[in-house]
């Protein structure tokens, strides 16, 4: 099945950043390779994010872009990874010089209200120094709300693939879809949650780093679900991935207790929560409240982020309120 969606460049803008994501980490990433050297993923977030921007300027011109990285962080980095940097872009435009590129990577500070894209070129930074699951993630928001939505994951893999990288693409209304991201014809299939009722029964997923979240209160909510399955542990939004595909049924962003007043970048999230939105799911934040993505870099109006197959969406909701009482 071949879905017809909004914006094909930009499924084709996340599969190009793909593959120059994974050059990276495939050529860099081993065994002796510290957490403390980030010189590998930043090279694959500079290529990515150039990647993509090309794309953006190619089809989309006067669109804003909000993404991590710029220019001037290029240019202070060692000369390694500039030189990691342009020969990654080289596998999508081999004919791309330094001045282009570093025009490229000048746009992503474009200002996060109304209409406007949003990039994460390496969403799961540890996971990409390990070698494992990261994804890169681009979205496209108008007056607060995701409308397009998608996710390259490079490694993870689907129970129905052959190949190992996931593509997830999402449009307002219109449904979310998976294909592989690496096959040369990819078969798209239409993604759908789990239709789990039973908490008992409920697969929660979990950051692989526990400084990303609240683990003693995500423990104490399975606890108080009752749920009998151990939890899902990996990197990035490709844990939206999941739950948008019916491998999973809970994912929650619970502020780190050293940080309660942490807000979620709104690039960690947009992607994804459509995703799951529209194969079947529901997103708010752990009050319940909707997303609401207008309000600068961060979900400045929103505590948390919670994200279920929608069926067991009220029973979360109220253990998490038991638990805070």
């Not at 994974?22 to 860099?28: D, F, G, I, S, W």
């Not at 070129?121 to 709300?145: M, N, W």
């Not at 190949?163 to 759908?192: D, K, N, S």
Request: charged letters at 20%.
């Amino acid at each position: 099945m071949n879905p017809t969606l909004p914006y094909p460049w930009a499924v084709e803008a996340l599969r190009q950043a793909g593959r120059v994501t994974r050059a990276v980490q495939q050529k860099h990433t081993t065994g002796a390779l510290t957490k403390a050297d980030r010189s590998p993923v930043t090279a694959a977030d500079f290529a990515a994010q150039a990647v993509v921007t090309a794309a953006l300027l190619a089809h989309d011109p006067t669109a804003r872009l909000v993404a991590e990285e710029d220019a001037a962080a290029l240019q202070a980095a060692p000369q390694a990874v500039r030189q990691a940097v342009l020969q990654a872009v080289h596998l999508v435009h081999p004919a791309a010089t330094w001045p282009q590129l570093l025009t490229w990577l000048e746009q992503g500070r474009g200002a996060p209200q109304g209409r406007f894209w949003v990039l994460d070129p390496v969403d799961g930074t540890k996971g990409f120094l390990r070698g494992a699951q990261y994804a890169v993630a681009l979205a496209l928001v108008e007056d607060g709300q995701v409308v397009w939505g998608g996710l390259a994951c490079p490694n993870l893999q689907l129970p129905t693939a052959m190949q190992q990288g996931v593509l997830a693409i999402a449009a307002r209304g219109q449904g979310a879809w998976v294909a592989e991201l690496f096959a040369a014809q990819p078969r798209w299939h239409r993604a759908r949650v789990s239709a789990r009722r039973a908490p008992q029964g409920a697969r929660l997923l979990r950051s692989y780093e526990a400084a990303h979240t609240h683990g003693g209160l995500i423990e104490a909510l399975a606890a108080a679900l009752g749920t009998r399955e151990p939890p899902v542990r990996l990197d990035s939004q490709a844990k939206y991935a999941l739950l948008a595909t019916g491998q999973a049924e809970v994912y929650l962003r619970v502020p780190p207790p050293q940080r309660p007043d942490y807000r979620e970048k709104i690039w960690d999230q947009a992607a994804g929560a459509l995703l799951v939105e529209e194969a079947g799911g529901r997103v708010t934040d752990l009050d319940g409240k909707p997303l609401d993505f207008g309000q600068g870099r961060t979900l400045a109006a929103n505590r948390g982020v919670l994200a279920t197959n929608g069926l067991l969406h009220a029973a979360v909701l109220q253990a998490l309120r038991q638990l805070a009482a």
